[in-house]
C-alpha cells in the first residue's frame, strides 16, 4: 500500500503564501511524476502543476509565476509554495502521483492524497 499525505493548507489573507507538503510512503520503489490539483466550490478538479522525476515542472497559466512546486526525492517528498495568493485559489488541494510499487514490482500505479483545504480572505 501507499499513502500520500498533503499538509499545510488553511487560512490566509490575498496576496499571502502557504507551503503544501504532499509526502509519500508505503510500498514505493520509485516515484515517476507528480502532480497537484485543486477543486475550488462547485467546480471541478483541476491539475496546475506538474514534476517530473528529473525536477522538470509544468504549470497552468493561473498559477505560473505565482506558484512553484518542488521535490525531494530522498523523502518522497513534494512541495507547493504559492504566494500572492488570490480569493480565487480557495479549494481543497490534492497531490497525486505516478509511481512504481516495489514489492510486488508494478508500474504506473496512481495514487492520491485526501487533500488539504485552503481558503484565501479577499
Known amino acids: 500500500q501507499v499513502q500520500l499525505v498533503e499538509s499545510g493548507g488553511g487560512l490566509v489573507q490575498a496576496g499571502g503564501s502557504l507551503r503544501l507538503s504532499c509526502a509519500a510512503s508505503g510500498n514505493i520503489f520509485s516515484i515517476n511524476a507528480m502532480g497537484w490539483y485543486r477543486q475550488a466550490p462547485g467546480k471541478q478538479r483541476e491539475l496546475f502543476a506538474v514534476i517530473t522525476s528529473g525536477g522538470g515542472t509544468n504549470y497552468a497559466d493561473s498559477v505560473k509565476g505565482r506558484f512553484t512546486t518542488s521535490r525531494d526525492n530522498a523523502k518522497n517528498t513534494v512541495y507547493l509554495q504559492m504566494n500572492s495568493l488570490k480569493h480565487e485559489d480557495t479549494g481543497v488541494y490534492y497531490c497525486?502521483?505516478?509511481?512504481?510499487?516495489?514489492?510486488?514490482?508494478?508500474?504506473?500505479?496512481?495514487?492520491w492524497g485526501k487533500g488539504t483545504l485552503v481558503t484565501v480572505s479577499s
Open positions: 497525486n502521483a505516478d509511481l512504481d510499487e516495489l514489492v510486488p514490482i508494478r508500474y504506473g500505479m496512481v495514487y
